[in-house]
């Protein structure tokens, strides 16, 4: 069985086409500027010419339609027709309370994503997007909605509450949601594997480090606690993202620089992180390439990220009371060796050693974790498409 994987943002789209029978991407690719002028596809096929097409992209539909005809093309494309693909799974970025698995989507799924769009507005309206898109150019074939929210749906309710009034909770759904679900899932299962456990037994925190970062304590197999909250804006540091600071500093600067909810809500989701501390780059490497050269503020910027992923891990472990592991993932955790021993170092007293010569590695499963360890430490990619991809074909089969 083949399934098509669509991440769908509000003028960019990623796919990917994956046969299940070994898990192989058959065709992958990017369309960009979606509803903007000079739209254009790119896509990728082991053993074929990079397939580039430009052409007007009013909607998500057209654009859909276009990633159809490049997959079926004679010429540049993976499968001869749609019919050979079995289902679609989309990315789903929030889900809410409402959907703690992969579901068929229906047209109460749709009213859940519009519902939660409050709190993902750059990112659900785009996934619905996408899914009506998909609905539009192939009809009666299945849809699956994949929640980024959906793996943290086991959290117990004096994890996910805020200690603000009952009432709030009640009236608008405020608690912590979590995101990232689909890496730190995907993570949870590769552990088992690495461990030669079953997944029940895995008690790890996983560290998903890139452009966002989160970190996730899997408890028993599943989810017990995460550093993102209602929106992704919670917790570590991140390449443009504040993450935690006190509440206090949100009401003082809208009142002293007159700033809307909108105003403020966009310095500290895209003005913020290790770029408005450094002034420089939301980039880790570029961050790293001005550190060695002295810049003090880029320096300061990474201090910062290194001092925060070590209070969430520290603080997930003493919530997790056994650890078994610790995995780092994403552009970071996968490839970024200086930033990796920046987190590890000195955690001799909490059981952790790190091998530098282990560490030497990028976008590969391996222990980078000491001999004498007593929690061991791997990195291991993430494969979001790829879950994304099994949880359609368990859901459609
Ligand atoms: P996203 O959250 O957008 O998916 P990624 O997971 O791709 O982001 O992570 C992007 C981050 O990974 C960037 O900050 C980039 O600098 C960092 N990164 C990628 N390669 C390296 C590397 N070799 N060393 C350090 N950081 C790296």
């Known amino acids: 069985m083949k399934i098509l994987v669509i991440n769908c943002g509000s003028s960019s789209l990623k796919y990917q086409l994956i046969d299940m029978e070994n898990e192989k991407v058959l065709g992958k690719g990017l369309v960009e500027r979606i509803a903007i002028e000079g739209s254009k596809l790119t896509q990728t096929a082991e053993g074929k010419e990079t397939f580039v097409l430009e052409a007007e992209m009013p909607t998500h539909t057209e654009a859909i339609k276009f990633v159809f005809d490049a997959l079926t093309d004679k010429e540049h494309g993976v499968v001869e027709s749609l019919d050979e693909i079995s289902g679609i799974g989309h990315r789903v970025v929030h889900g809410g309370d409402k959907l703690a698995e992969p579901v068929i989507v229906t047209p109460e799924v749709k009213d859940i994503i519009l519902q939660f769009a409050e709190f993902a507005p750059l990112h659900n309206p785009a996934n619905l997007m996408g899914i009506e898109a998909c609905e539009e150019n192939a009809p009666g074939k299945p849809n699956v909605a994949v929640f980024d929210t959906a793996f943290h749906q086991t959290m117990p309710d004096y994890v996910y509450m805020y200690p603000i009034p009952y009432e709030y909770y009640k009236k608008y759904h405020i608690r912590k949601y979590g995101f990232h679900g689909t890496s730190h899932k995907y993570i949870s299962y590769q552990l088992a594997e690495v461990l030669g456990k079953d997944r029940e037994e895995v008690n790890a925190v996983s560290l998903h480090l890139g452009n966002g970062s989160s970190l996730c304590a899997i408890k028993d197999g599943i989810c017990y606690d995460t550093s993102m909250g209602l929106t992704p804006l919670e917790g570590l540091s991140m390449g443009t993202r504040s993450g935690n600071i006190d509440p206090s500093v949100v009401t003082y600067l809208m009142e002293k620089e007159n700033l809307t909810p909108a105003q403020m809500s966009d310095i500290l989701n895209k003005k913020s992180g290790v770029l408005g501390v450094s002034g420089l780059s939301s980039d880790f490497r570029d961050l790293e390439e001005a550190a060695n050269t002295e810049n003090e503020r880029?320096?300061?910027?990474?201090?910062?990220?290194?001092?925060?992923?070590?209070?969430?891990?520290?603080?997930?472990?003493?919530?997790?009371?056994?650890?078994?592991?610790?995995?780092?993932?994403?552009?970071?955790?996968?490839?970024?060796?200086?930033?990796?021993?920046?987190?590890?170092?000195?955690?001799?007293?909490?059981?952790?050693?790190?091998?530098?010569?282990?560490?030497?590695?990028?976008?590969?499963?391996?222990?980078?974790?000491?001999?004498?360890?007593?929690?061991?430490v791997f990195v291991i990619p993430t494969n979001e498409e790829l879950m994304i991809a099994r949880d359609t074909l368990s859901l459609i089969q």
């Open 298 to 376: 880029a320096e300061l910027a990474l201090d910062m990220f290194v001092l925060r992923v070590k209070r969430f891990l520290g603080g997930f472990m003493a919530e997790l009371g056994k650890c078994d592991a610790i995995v780092m993932t994403g552009g970071i955790g996968e490839n970024g060796i200086t930033m990796r021993k920046a987190v590890l170092e000195n955690m001799e007293h909490l059981g952790i050693t790190l091998d530098e010569q282990r560490n030497d590695v990028r976008g590969k499963v391996q222990e980078i974790s000491g001999e004498d360890s007593k929690v061991k």
